[in-house]
């Protein structure tokens, strides 16, 4: 059999990721469903969650959510939005810049978010862990 060429190796390996990714987002979203969550959603909420943990009572910009999270700009306001509208997060905006919107989030959504978080973690363990 002949060898593989370096961009076979390449193309097999970028396609073993991308299945390891949709399998993992799959078993996520199967895990966090009867929450009312999807694995998008939990991201952004571990995002505010680690935000407020490194500095209490901020808030953190909507725009630095963005690079940190697989959404486009739109999906993630929409997103929050939801978030927003089931009382898990609240949104304001910046006074500085009337562009900029900031986002925290509320006693249920951290409450929510700490008794899903390690149904999260215990699901990248299974999907993650050889």
């Not at 059999?1 to 390891?20: C, F, N």
């Not at 999270?69 to 500085?96: N, P, T, Y």
């Not at 999260?120 to 999907?127: N, P």
Request: net charge neutral.
């Amino acid at each position: 059999m002949a060898a593989k060429t370096a961009d076979t190796r390449l193309e097999e390996r970028w396609r073993d990721i991308l299945s390891v990714h949709a399998r993992t987002m799959c078993e996520i979203d199967r895990v966090l469903h009867p929450y009312g969550l999807g694995a998008s959603d939990f991201e952004v909420l571990d995002i505010l969650a680690s935000e407020a943990a490194a500095a209490p009572g901020e808030q953190c910009r909507v725009q630095n959510i963005v690079g940190r999270v697989h959404l486009s700009q739109s999906a993630l306001s929409r997103l929050i939005g939801r978030l927003d509208k089931d009382g898990l997060v609240e949104r304001s905006v910046c006074q500085e810049d009337r562009r900029g919107v900031w986002v925290a989030l509320t006693p249920k959504g951290r409450d929510l978010h700490t008794e899903v978080r390690p149904l999260q973690r215990a699901a990248l363990a299974r999907m993650l862990n050889d």
